[in-house]
């Protein structure tokens, strides 16, 4: 996940920042480019696995030409603080856009993962909850083609419940988002994750294992797996195969 998100974060900064600019503005000849799709697409794969992924490696840094050009557009102000990784000053910004266009999920999102980036938790569950309350309120209105699912965003609830080692509600969390979407293979990874937290191993073992059936070509899934079955201490075997399992799917880790 982290390096797909390397790879779109190259992609994004490679194009011009008039580019880079009009495709945080929504300009439809942009946000349909192939390059935009790819970006997209690389950002889903790995917010679909872990909704907190970040590129922590990198620090805030600020070009100030850039900045002065963004800084009286809110939008673009809080979303140039986003990208550069400028989280507190992301979580002050984008509440003062939000104040104009709420129904900007997108945006709320970011500042969902601005307040968790700055361990602001209590504010980033409040923004969870008004970002599904809009999600529902908008799938009473009308029926659509495709289903909206909010999977991952109870599973951003339990990963903030999570980090303050609230199991209880953690789980409680992800089981919703398994009520929203059954195939949704990350939220049974973080069960299990809760109760190897909790030396609830048959539990662990258990989660993975329905992980495991739902996504059988997810290395990292086996590797956890493995992981676990070497704290049972008598089960090296399985845990040599699951190892072994995630070295097939990617060999070269």
Known sequence: NYYRLK?????FWAQSWEWRAERAAGAEFVTKSKESRLVDSLEN???YRAPFENLFATQCRL???TYEYYK????LHAWYFYVRRCYPQAAEAFPKYLARKPGDLGARMM????????RQWGNALREI???LDSLRARDAKRTYRFLLSKEVLETMRGDIYQAQED????????GKALEEN??????????????LAQNELPEALQEFEQAIQLAPDEATVHFEYGLALLNNGRRHADAEKAFRRALELEPHW
Do not use: I, Q
């Not at 199991?167 to 992800?174: I, M």
């Not at 293979?185 to 994750?193: E, F, N, Q, T």
């Open 72 to 75: 009286d557009e809110p939008f």
């Open 182 to 195: 059954l195939t949704y293979w990350p939220a049974h990874v973080r069960l299990a994750r809760a109760a």
């Open 45 to 47: 794969m790995a917010y």
């Open 167 to 174: 199991y209880f509600n953690a789980k409680k969390a992800y």
């Open 7 to 11: 790879l779109s974060d190259a992609l």
């Open 111 to 118: 500042l969902v993962r601005s307040y968790y980036w700055t």
């Open 129 to 131: 909850d008004v970002t």
């Open 63 to 65: 070009d100030k030409d």
